[in-house]
């Protein structure tokens, strides 16, 4: 199983960026899946999680409105869309899945529960 992450970079505040994530070797649809991002200095978090099936999606508090999680099957890619970033957004952002969960809440997507990892892509949110 291969998760790659691509599409991150250097954005101004306000601005917006969407990443992907390229999976090989599962079928995302079947999945819960997840959005998590590591700030320097800080614990890795939980951004946008959702069902499989294109079920239920949650969203941390600071991103509700904001961030939104998508699904190509065709292509097996998930993608994060965010808009309106702030320099709070900047951090390493990671695409994972979990087999056989359903999340109730954006808690109840923890990241040590997630089966595969990609290895993430720098998001810098500055002027």
């Known amino acids: 199983v291969q998760l790659v992450e691509s599409g991150g970079g250097l954005v101004q505040p306000g601005g917006s960026l969407t990443l992907s994530c390229a999976a090989s070797g599962l079928t995302l649809n079947l999945n819960a899946i997840g959005w998590f991002r590591q700030a320097p200095g800080k614990e890795r978090e939980a951004v946008v999680c959702?069902?499989?099936?294109?079920?239920?999606?949650f969203h941390a508090d600071s991103v509700k409105g904001r961030f939104n999680i998508s699904v190509d099957n065709a292509k097996n890619t998930m993608y994060l869309q965010m808009n309106g970033l702030k320099p709070e957004d900047t951090a390493r952002y990671y695409c994972s899945t979990e087999w056989g969960a359903t999340y109730y809440s954006i808690n109840a997507c923890r990241d040590s529960d997630m089966d595969y990892w990609g290895k993430g892509t720098l998001v810098t949110v500055s002027s």
């Open positions: 959702a069902n499989r099936n294109g079920g239920t999606t």
